[in-house]
């Protein structure tokens, strides 16, 4: 159903290419876009911690989001972060990354998606990528057996080529 192709610009581990501040202001722009086909608000605040997100491609926590938003002169009580969080969470704005606890920008907005995220240990920077064809493949083995499936992390540890030199 959903198979997409990141744009080569989103990926963060093209060493050379990759305007990064160019790829913040498109995602943000891009969010702004689906919250308005969705008919929600993208408020200051949630509009600040999406932005924050997407200061970089390591995934950021919520511990780290609020010291930012401190850095900005008002420091918001950590309930409106967490909500901030879902709320661009449920847009699909962003990602969680369980095994780090912490959360990534996503790279195609609007279109519902489970992710495969190449995390690496390195630098820290997660690529996402389609999950698609795992997830079926998960999906049916799942059915086979009788399980219902409430919950699938994929997540793939290593080390991207810049940091393997390769
Ligand atoms: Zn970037
Ligand atoms: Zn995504
Ligand atoms: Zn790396």
């Known amino acids: 159903m959903h198979s997409f192709q990141p744009l080569s610009e989103h990926d963060p581990f093209a060493c ?28 200051p605040i949630r509009k600040r911690v999406l932005e924050l997100v997407w200061a970089s491609h390591q995934p950021v926590g919520a511990y780290a989001l609020l010291e930012q938003l401190a850095v900005d002169g008002h420091r918001p009580a950590p309930p409106t972060v967490y909500r901030a969080l879902e709320f661009l969470l449920e847009q699909g704005l962003v990602h969680r990354i369980d095994s780090l606890n912490a959360f990534v920008g996503c790279t195609h907005p609007g279109e519902r998606h489970r992710s495969l995220f190449l995390i690496c240990r390195a630098c820290g920077r997660a690529q996402e990528l389609a999950a698609a064809p795992i997830e079926q493949v998960i999906t049916t083995e799942a059915q086979r057996h009788g399980f219902a499936l409430e919950k699938l992390t994929l997540e793939a540890v290593g080390l991207c080529h810049s940091c393997s030199g390769s």
């Open 16 to 43: 050379s290419a990759h305007d990064h501040r160019r790829c913040q202001h498109d995602a943000l722009a891009a969010a702004e876009d689906a919250c308005r086909r969705e008919g929600v608000r993208l408020t």
